[in-house]
T-cell receptor
Framework: NAGVTQTPKFRILKIGQSMTLQCTQD?????MYWYRQDPGMGLKLIYY???????DKGEVPNGYNVSRSTTEDFPLRLELAAPSQTSVYFCASRPQEGTGNTIYFGEGSWLTVV | AQSVTQPDIHITVSEGASLELRCNYSYGATPYLFWYVQSPGQGLQLLLK??????LVQGIKGFEAEFKRSQSSFNLRKPSVHWSDAAEYFCVLNFGNEKLTFGTGTRLTIIP
């Protein structure tokens, strides 16, 4: 069972560079999410999607973009990386039926901007 | 406003001792309640969840949690901790929409 797969696991970026964090899930979940985790801050929602072609901003969307062309994939794009984007990023998904359904997380992507 | 609070940032317990991690929320109704665990360098794993029914919920790894409506709490407990329980624990709530709200987490340290 692959579940939610994120790549890369580790990446070092220089200030001003761009990159894409990939996320794919094989559970046919409609809802997908990107979170960032900073020490002592819990997880903050960056963007989310309720289905292919539909995305919406979360709490901390500035500096990021997303797309959802298929049900399976939900890439997160960082444009003009800044040190403030040094964080751990988690992709997650869950089925649409029942808002209390379990959310499944990827293993995380550690990003450092220098 | 809807919110979730984990009052303890860091807890240290001895191996074999009992554990209780606190979680309180603010909401006008009963939310969907989850506890997740994050081991160092890993993703988040679901320990247990509560939607309705019996207010004492059993989870994986010997954990349980009790929902108390009168106290707006969903505290996580384990009668005897193991060194492998050292991790970060997150109380997570869904307030009836597509989003989840995370507590800030409690870091658990186990001493021999």
């Amino acid at each position: 069972n692959a579940g939610v797969t994120q790549t890369p696991k580790f990446r070092i970026l220089k200030i001003g560079q761009s990159m894409t964090l990939q996320c794919t899930q094989d559970m046919n979940h409609n809802y997908m999410y990107w979170y960032r985790q900073d020490p002592g801050m819990g997880l903050k929602l960056i963007y989310y999607s309720v289905g292919a072609g539909i995305t919406d901003k979360g709490e901390v969307p500035n500096g990021y973009n997303v797309s959802r062309s298929t049900t399976e994939d939900f890439p997160l794009r960082l444009e003009l990386a800044a040190p403030s984007q040094t964080s751990v990023y988690f992709c997650a998904s869950r089925p649409q039926e029942g808002t209390g359904n379990t959310i499944y997380f990827g293993e995380g992507s550690w990003l450092t901007v220098v | 406003a809807q919110s979730v609070t984990q009052p303890d940032i860091h807890i240290t317990v001895s191996e074999g001792a009992s554990l209780e991690l606190r979680c309180n929320y603010s909401y006008g109704a009963t939310p969907y309640l989850f506890w997740y665990v994050q081991s160092p360098g890993q993703g988040l794993q679901l320990l247990l969840k509560y939607f309705s029914g019996d207010t004492l919920v059993q989870g994986i790894k010997g954990f349980e949690a009790e929902f108390k409506r009168s106290q707006s709490s969903f505290n996580l407990r384990k009668p005897s901790v193991h060194w492998s329980d050292a991790a970060e624990y997150f109380c997570v709530l869904n307030f009836g929409n597509e989003k989840l709200t995370f507590g800030t987490g409690t870091r658990l340290t186990i001493i021999p």
